[in-house]
């Protein structure tokens, strides 16, 4: 393992998940191309950085958009409910 990418890895705290898949990346470049990730490693920290902050307010958009589905659902079955009881109410009432 190149010691400056594993140094690079800790300054710019990247994911292990992104680590494992750069580590293999790197493996598999040429001398030219490895010298050039690490002469260029802080813009691909930038990047994965923006990626990983747009990603995260994608899941929480997702999760608020769950979260309001449930609880309309929730309070859609609730109203049935209401409706049911109160038609029962009046069957009884107009029975007897």
Do not use: G
């Not at 802080?42 to 589905?69: G, P």
């Amino acid at each position: 393992m190149n010691t400056l990418l594993e140094k690079l890895f800790h300054r710019y705290n990247i994911s292990s998940k992104n680590r494992h898949d750069i580590t293999q990346i790197y493996s598999l470049l040429p001398i030219h191309k490895k010298n050039n990730l690490l002469n260029n490693f802080e813009a691909l920290a930038y990047r994965l950085d923006t990626i990983e902050k747009s990603i995260q307010i994608e899941r929480e958009i997702l999760v608020w958009d769950i979260m309001t589905d449930l609880e309309q659902a929730v309070e859609a079955e609730r109203r049935k409910r209401i409706i049911f009881q109160n038609k029962n109410t009046w069957q009884n009432v107009l029975q007897t």
